[in-house]
C-alpha cells in the first residue's frame, strides 16, 4: 500500500478515487506511567513512556485505515493526516484519514525503468 500526505504520487498516476478511508484508536493514560512520567517531567528530559504509547496508537489507526483502504481495493492513500482529540481526561483519540486510490505507473517513469534494466 502507497500512502503520502501529498495530493498525488511523483511515480504513480491515480486511475480512480475510491473514497475517504479512516482509523482511529482511543487511548488512555496508566497509572504506572503517570508516575514515571511526573518524576521525569521534575529532571526534564523525554517521556519514553509516552512517546511509545503514542507510537503505538499512530501505527494502529495507520493499521485500520489500510485495512479499509484494502478493503475498497486500493492500491494507495493520498491526503493523509493525522488528528487528536480529547476524550475525556486522561483519554484521547488519534485519527487518521486520507482518500483511497486505485494507481497505475506512469508510462514514461514505466518505460524509462524498463530502459535501465
Given amino acids: ?28 493514560r496508566h497509572l504506572g506511567k503517570d ?23 499512530r501505527e494502529q489507526s495507520l493499521d485500520r485505515m489500510i485495512a479499509e483502504a ?6 494507495g492513500i493520498v491526503g493523509v493526516r493525522f488528528i487528536t482529540a480529547p476524550v475525556m481526561q486522561g483519554a484521547a483519540e488519534l485519527l487518521v484519514y486520507g482518500t483511497a486510490v486505485k ?5 514514461v517513469l514505466k518505460a524509462r525503468i524498463e530502459s535501465e534494466a
Fill in 103 to 107: 494507481l497505475q505507473e506512469q508510462p
Fill in 35 to 57: 508516575i514515571l512520567a511526573a518524576l521525569r517531567n521534575l529532571v526534564g528530559g523525554e517521556i519514553g513512556e509516552y512517546t511509545k504509547m503514542l507510537a503505538e496508537a
Fill in 70 to 75: 484494502k478493503g475498497l481495493g486500493a492500491d
Fill in 1 to 28: 500500500m502507497h500512502l503520502t500526505t501529498q495530493d498525488e504520487f511523483n511515480d504513480r498516476e491515480i486511475t480512480r478515487t475510491l473514497g475517504l478511508v479512516r482509523g482511529n484508536t482511543i487511548r488512555a
